[in-house]
Nanobody, 123 residues
Framework: QVQLVESGGGLVQAGGSLRLSCAAS????????MGWFRQAPGKDREFVAAIRWSDEYTYYADSVKGRFIISRDNAKNTVYLQMNSVKPEDTAVYYC????????????????WGQGTQVTVSS
C-alpha cells in the first residue's frame, strides 16, 4: 500500500508560478505511474499530468502543455508539479495519485490518492 501526501498549494496571481509536492511512502516505484489530477467546484475531476517512474516519461493534458512540468525525485519518493504561467482556470483542488503498472490519464487505473491541496489563482 502507498500513502500520498500533497503540499505546496496556496494563492498565486495569474502569470505566476507554484510548485506542488506529493510525498509517497517508502517503496520501490519502478512499475508505477504517478499522476496529478484536479477538480474545480461544480466540475468533474480532470487529468493534468502523468509521469512513469521508471524512465520519467511524461504526458500532459492539452490545457497545461507548455506551462506545467511533472517530475519525480527517487531519493525523496516525491513527485512534483511545477505550475508556470498559471491562469484563473487552473484554480482547483489538486490531487496526486499512484497507479501500479499503468501510465496514462485514466483515473480508473489509479489505486492510491492523496487528500488534495488547494490552488487558487487570482486575476
Amino acid at each position: 500500500q502507498v500513502q500520498l501526501v500533497e503540499s505546496g498549494g496556496g494563492l498565486v496571481q495569474a502569470g505566476g508560478s507554484l510548485r506542488l509536492s506529493c510525498a509517497a511512502s517508502g517503496r520501490t516505484y519502478s512499475n508505477y505511474g504517478m499522476g496529478w489530477f484536479r477538480q474545480a467546484p461544480g466540475k468533474d475531476r480532470e487529468f493534468v499530468a502523468a509521469i512513469r517512474w521508471s524512465d520519467e516519461y511524461t504526458y500532459y493534458a492539452d490545457s497545461v502543455k507548455g506551462r506545467f512540468i511533472i517530475s519525480r525525485d527517487n531519493a525523496k519518493n516525491t513527485v512534483y508539479l511545477q505550475m508556470n504561467s498559471v491562469k484563473p482556470e487552473d484554480t482547483a483542488v489538486y490531487y496526486c495519485a499512484a497507479a501500479p503498472n499503468y501510465f496514462g490519464p485514466l483515473s480508473t487505473w489509479y489505486e492510491y490518492w492523496g487528500q488534495g491541496t488547494q490552488v487558487t489563482v487570482s486575476s
